[in-house]
């Protein structure tokens, strides 16, 4: 049996290659963009608005070929069951790396613009952990020089 990867999906309101572009800049990795206009054509497949055919219909950011982040901009009644966007609740993106310094610039380039619920500092599981939520509504954790096992 092949393992298996859980890799977070991210849903915007209208701002998805913005975000995707800062997380890149960031993290670094490769990012590949489709927006709406460019979707295969089906027949099955609801019309697209004008206004929402450059938005992006699928992102996806990876370092070292393999997938980090994935998301799209939410276009409310494309599918059946998408009412439109709506913030994220209930999780977070965790970002691990043993370098503390390195944990600190990607904290405080997320938080540029956004909230800080927790500030990045040594803690008792941690040399550095701090937790935000960016400027455009992904809440995450950041998690530097710990035990936490990442794979």
């Known amino acids: 049996m092949k393992p298996i990867q859980t890799i977070p999906y991210l849903s915007f309101d209208r701002n998805c290659a913005e975000a995707m572009e800062t997380y890149a800049r960031i993290l670094g990795g490769s990012l ?8 295969p054509t089906d027949p099955q497949m609801p019309e697209i608005p004008e206004d929402t055919r450059q938005l992006v219909a699928h992102a996806e950011l990876r370092i070292d070929g393999r997938p980090l982040l994935m998301g799209s901009d939410v276009v409310a009644g494309f599918c059946a069951e998408d009412a ?6 209930g999780m977070r993106v965790l970002i691990h790396t043993d370098d503390v310094q390195e944990g600190g610039r990607i904290f405080n380039a997320l938080a540029e613009g956004g909230q800080v619920e927790m500030a990045f500092a040594p803690v ?8 935000l939520t960016d400027r455009f509504g992904t809440p995450w954790h950041i998690d530097a020089g710990s035990d936490c096992q990442v794979i």
């Open 124 to 131: 008792c599981w941690a040399e550095g952990f701090g937790t």
């Open 84 to 89: 439109g966007y709506q913030k994220p609740q």
């Open 32 to 39: 590949s963009i489709m927006t709406y206009e460019e979707m």
